[in-house]
């Protein structure tokens, strides 16, 4: 009898030490790849529990576990608890819209919506202010992983123009040179007695760097102011004649054909009613 109660206690020993080693024990089963509902009736069919988590993955397709743990056949407490974490699939970030936008606006759209600016080039525009995003590298709303890189073409204002001085040279030469460069050019007329009537006569700015789109303003000659030679003067005294010379603006010279004559007017040099520059000489010849 004391033997078989000595056998009956190893025995339970025994077991007790295998069960707190072992027994109590599971291993966890096959869980990754499996939709959740899977899952939950592997789970249960193991007589464990399990708890899902969710999280993104470019591999696992939405719906499906990714891993577990513990892993699949790690060992777990027998009505344990498993944690699956099962894929929302693919984390994807829209790309925001920034074309039209200053550099430092773009900058901030992108890196709210999880994403980084790739290379940023300059261009010449002369219809997108300097600073302004001209177009960007990936569309809008295209989904996009974090962290991807959106590059940029920001303006950088109008072409620069090396300016040219027309003054003395003919509108026709600065307007030819106006519209190749994108110039708006400003012209006005006034008089001057020594640069020819279609010349310029000044300029503002007169050379120098320009860009696109900036204005030169010129003055062109219209010539000399033109007088006309007073008419009536045949016959007239030469003083008088002389009088009326100057006061149309002309420099009289009087010229005599004989000597001691009456000192009349026969004639004048450019002739009466003339068109001439004023300031101009006048030639009154004496009888």
């Known amino acids: 009898m004391a033997l078989i109660l000595t056998v009956a206690i190893v025995a339970g020993l025994g077991w007790g030490g295998w069960y707190v080693l072992e027994g109590r024990y599971t291993d966890t089963p096959p869980l990754v790849k499996l939709t959740q509902t899977d899952a939950q009736a592997a789970a249960q069919a193991a007589e464990l529990a399990v708890v899902f988590e969710r999280e993104y993955s470019e591999d696992v397709p939405a719906g499906q576990v990714i ?15 498993v944690t699956a974490w099962v894929s929302r699939g693919p984390e994807r970030f829209a790309v925001p819209s920034v074309v039209g936008k200053t550099a430092e606006e773009a900058t901030s759209l992108i890196q709210g919506s999880s994403l980084k600016v790739g290379e940023v080039k300059q261009e010449h525009s002369d219809t997108v202010a300097s600073g302004v995003v001209i177009s960007q590298g990936t569309k809008p709303d295209t989904q996009a992983r974090r962290n991807d890189a959106v590059a940029l073409v920001v303006s950088a204002g109008p072409a620069p123009v090396d300016g040219v001085d027309f003054t003395g040279k003919k509108l026709t030469d600065a307007q030819a040179w106006a519209g190749q460069n994108r110039i708006t050019l400003n012209t006005s007329e006034e008089n001057h007695d020594s640069v020819p009537k279609g010349a310029i006569i000044r300029q503002d700015p007169a050379g120098g760097q320009l860009h696109r789109g900036d204005a030169v303003s010129v003055v062109v000659s219209k010539g000399p102011v033109m007088v006309t030679v007073p008419t009536g003067l045949r016959g007239q005294g030469a003083d008088t004649a002389a009088d009326r010379i100057r006061q149309a603006g002309l420099e009289p010279k009087f010229e005599r054909l004989v000597s001691g004559g009456f000192g009349l007017v026969l004639s004048v040099e450019p002739g009466e009613g003339a068109s001439v520059p004023k300031g101009s000489t006048v030639v009154i010849k004496l009888v």
Not at 67 to 81: F, H, K, M, N, Q
């Open 67 to 81: 891993r577990t743990e513990p892993s699949e056949g790690g060992r777990i407490l027998r009505d344990g608890v």
